[in-house]
């Protein structure tokens, strides 16, 4: 019968909560609109806020009611992450919305007894579910940035070996190709390659003139991408004016240039005078054949190669063959140039981050080990020496080098940096009293081994930060299993004693040292567990708090000499809040079981009372019924006016 009356008060309660869900969609939108610089991408906007504080609402109704499950609800928060929700307003709108419903119940103790538990039950899952979904999306985002840099690095790898390969494919060329050809191939500075080419073509060719023109792809020499064909390289006097001149020809134009690179293909002009595609220049009056090959690399025409000669009829089809096997192999070259320049500045850029993570690394794990920062051996023993420090280590620091310091007749100093992708961080000195000192092989020695000494200082901060980073999980785990426990603990609704005592036994196996901790609370004049925990000096308190008054102390400490973390500072207050929660509901429930007791009894005595068929009867039944609710041995009641009674005192003996 309990459980009909229980089913039907929880669908009453879940009923007048539906009617009164206005309420609860603005008191989640206020949360909201309150912590709006908590959250991030979408809902940082304020027009989101209804549609989302009515999600968080509708998945809470839902989850009451049964129309959802547990994964259900685990999926709708982790839509609300990856829109952006922010812890901030997270926990606070799930705990004024906790509240806001059970003030909504609060007139029916029956509906708050039954729907209580379910609400509590899916705050703490919308909690976890909210830790959950966060720590997916930084799992989430760690292996994102982890596949980007893997792919820059495999990008930098295929294209340092495209490189290579590239050069290696260039120097077989070179034992069969032109002298033009080789010089082509082995010059990755652009401009000096571009130079040094159309000269030697000039050269070896005797020719007029020779030129380059590449296509501006970016806008960067004229403004229009992809419009026109610059000049990069020119011989002679006349190509020294083009180039100040900045020479471009329009492409697709009258040119031969222009039509070369339009049509990816090679133009010739055996006689200059009657060709009709061709661009007149005063600058080259004695030009009278041309040729112009189109730089192709990677199916792309990236620009031109202009020779020109004083002879008609200077060139011939057989030519072309030959010569634009060159051109591939300068647009390759120049293609690789870039290529090259690129890589460099990547390369550049990642060693810069790179000592850069090195010095910021180094500096927070030297710093967390003071105690063992330096060592000194002498006399045939090694102890921790904090001020040991020789002359010739700060000329060693300051120098980035090795340093051998002779100074007669005291002896002789050598200081060795530890280096790690350029960054140093650390530094070996030694002093002989022979002014001998040391050869170079000696110091040659010394030298490698500092650096396998620096490889393997490396390994051991990755591999000390790794275990940090493990036991910090598995703290983690411990407490949200510790609350998770708790939270169970709550459901089954104890008496606030034994729920005290049973909390002060769990606390201490989330503690990072279980073994030597002992955890006490405070309440109402009483200590619960262990009341050593109180007076140890090494110790944690938290003050428990209900609608803003102190009404107890958590105590946790340590019987030895350990310090507490953050973690567990932040575990204890978590727990503190919970235990208050708890002792603060069942306060309510006392108190509304109480109202319930007196009201059904006022209401069973007026029943008797209206009963009775005189005022004789009324009175008995009345005096009747009081005594026995006051449980007094006697009960009195007259009638009259104040006068009356009081003039019938004066007379009673």
């Known amino acids: 019968m309990s459980s009909v009356v229980s089913d039907d008060a929880r669908q009453q309660g879940v009923k007048l909560l539906r009617d009164g869900a206005d309420q609860l969609y603005a008191t989640v939108e206020g949360v909201l609109r309150k912590n709006l610089l908590d959250n991030m991408r979408q809902l940082a906007s304020v027009r989101s806020l209804p549609a989302t504080s009515q999600q968080i609402v509708d998945t809470f109704l839902y989850s009451l009611d049964g129309k959802l499950q547990k994964s259900e609800v685990s999926e709708r928060m982790a839509d609300l992450v990856r829109r952006g929700l922010g812890p901030r307003s997270a926990l606070e709108a799930i705990d004024h919305l906790s509240r806001t419903a059970l003030a909504i119940l609060e007139a029916d103790p029956e509906q708050i007894q039954a729907l209580r538990p379910a609400i509590e039950e899916y705050r703490i899952q919308f909690e976890l579910d909210y830790i959950k979904a966060q720590t997916g999306k930084i799992q989430e985002e760690q292996e994102r940035l982890y596949r980007g840099l893997n792919a820059m690095l495999e990008k930098q790898i295929i294209l340092e070996r495209q490189l290579r390969t590239d050069l290696q494919r260039r120097q077989t060329q070179l034992y069969t190709a032109a002298e033009v050809s080789r010089a082509a191939s082995s010059i990755l500075e652009q401009e000096k390659l571009l130079r040094q080419v159309v000269e030697l073509i000039r050269q070896r060719f005797d020719l007029y003139y020779a030129g380059v023109f590449l296509v501006d792809q970016t806008g960067q020499w004229t403004g229009e991408p992809g419009r026109w064909a610059v000049l990069r390289a020119g011989t002679g006097e006349a190509g020294q004016k083009m180039l100040e001149q900045g020479h471009k020809l329009y492409i697709a134009g009258t040119s031969m240039i222009g039509w070369c690179i339009a049509n990816s293909q090679a133009r010739i002009a055996?006689?200059?005078?009657?060709?009709?595609?061709?661009?007149?220049?005063?600058?080259?009056?004695?030009?009278?054949?041309?040729?112009?090959?189109?730089?192709?690399?990677?199916?792309?025409?990236?620009?031109?190669?202009?020779?020109?000669?004083?002879?008609?009829?200077?060139?011939?089809?057989?030519?072309?063959?030959?010569?634009?096997?060159?051109?591939?192999?300068?647009?390759?070259?120049?293609?690789?140039?870039?290529?090259?320049?690129?890589?460099?500045?990547?390369?550049?850029?990642?060693?810069?981050?790179?000592?850069?993570?090195?010095?910021?690394?180094?500096?927070?794990?030297?710093?967390?080990?003071?105690?063992?920062?330096?060592?000194?051996?002498?006399?045939?023993?090694?102890?921790?020496?904090?001020?040991?420090?020789?002359?010739?280590?700060?000329?060693?620091?300051?120098?980035?080098?090795?340093?051998?310091?002779?100074?007669?007749?005291?002896?002789t100093m050598l200081a060795v940096p530890l280096t790690l992708?350029?960054?140093?961080?650390?530094?070996?000195?030694?002093?002989?009293?022979?002014?001998?000192?040391?050869?170079?092989?000696?110091?040659?020695?010394?030298?490698?081994?500092?650096?396998?000494?620096?490889?393997?200082?490396?390994?051991?901060?990755?591999?000390?930060?790794?275990?940090?980073?493990?036991?910090?999980?598995?703290?983690?785990?411990?407490?949200?299993?510790?609350?998770?426990?708790?939270?169970?603990?709550?459901?089954?609704?104890?008496?606030?004693?034994?729920?005290?005592?049973?909390?002060?036994?769990?606390?201490?196996?989330?503690?990072?040292?279980?073994?030597?901790?002992?955890?006490?609370?405070?309440?109402?004049?009483?200590?619960?567990?262990?009341?050593?925990?109180?007076?140890?000096?090494?110790?944690?308190?938290?003050?428990?708090?209900?609608?803003?008054?102190?009404?107890?102390?958590?105590?946790?400490?340590?019987?030895?000499?350990?310090?507490?973390?953050?973690?567990?500072?932040?575990?204890?207050?978590?727990?503190?809040?919970?235990?208050?929660?708890?002792?603060?509901?069942?306060?309510?429930?006392?108190?509304?079981?109480?109202?319930?007791?007196?009201?059904?009894?006022?209401?069973?005595?007026?029943?008797?009372?209206?009963?009775?068929?005189?005022?004789?009867?009324?009175?008995?039944?009345?005096?009747?019924?009081?005594?026995?609710?006051?449980?007094?041995?006697?009960?009195?009641?007259?009638?009259?006016?104040?006068?009356?009674?009081?003039?019938?005192?004066?007379?009673?003996?």
């Open 270 to 411: 055996l006689d200059v005078g009657r060709e009709a595609v061709r661009f007149d220049n005063p600058l080259l009056p004695e030009t009278r054949s041309e040729l112009a090959l189109p730089l192709i690399s990677r199916g792309e025409v990236i620009g031109a190669l202009t020779i020109q000669s004083a002879q008609t009829e200077a060139f011939s089809e057989q030519d072309i063959v030959v010569l634009q096997t060159m051109a591939d192999q300068l647009a390759n070259a120049i293609v690789n140039a870039r290529l090259f320049e690129q890589a460099q500045a990547t390369l550049q850029e990642m060693e810069i981050a790179q000592r850069r993570y090195v010095q910021r690394a180094w500096e927070e794990y030297a710093a967390a080990q003071e105690a063992a920062r330096s060592y000194l051996f002498s006399e045939g023993t090694t102890q921790v020496a904090p001020d040991a420090w020789l002359p010739a280590m700060l000329a060693a620091l300051q120098q980035c080098d090795t340093i051998v310091m002779h100074n007669e007749p005291e002896g």
């Open 421 to 653: 992708h350029g960054e140093i961080i650390g530094i070996l000195g030694g002093y002989s009293p022979s002014t001998k000192g040391w050869n170079k092989d000696e110091i040659a020695g010394v030298e490698a081994v500092i650096e396998q000494m620096a490889l393997a200082l490396e390994n051991q901060r990755l591999f000390d930060e790794a275990q940090r980073a493990t036991f910090l999980m598995s703290e983690r785990v411990k407490a949200l299993d510790c609350l998770n426990d708790i939270g169970r603990k709550m459901e089954e609704t104890p008496p606030v004693p034994d729920f005290l005592q049973w909390v002060t036994d769990r606390i201490p196996l989330a503690m990072r040292h279980a073994d030597v901790c002992l955890a006490a609370i405070e309440f109402e004049g009483q200590v619960y567990g262990a009341a050593e925990a109180v007076k140890l000096p090494r110790q944690m308190v938290q003050q428990m708090r209900i609608g803003g008054e102190a009404v107890g102390r958590v105590y946790v400490a340590y019987t030895q000499d350990y310090d507490f973390l953050d973690e567990e500072s932040a575990l204890l207050g978590d727990i503190t809040r919970r235990v208050s929660g708890y002792i603060e509901n069942r306060r309510l429930i006392q108190e509304t079981q109480a109202l319930v007791m007196r009201e059904r009894l006022a209401r069973t005595i007026a029943d008797r009372v209206r009963r009775g068929v005189d005022r004789e009867a009324i009175m008995r039944i009345a005096v009747q019924e009081l005594g026995r609710t006051l449980g007094a041995s006697e009960a009195v009641i007259r009638l009259g006016t104040q006068e009356q009674l009081l003039s019938v005192q004066e007379t009673m003996p």
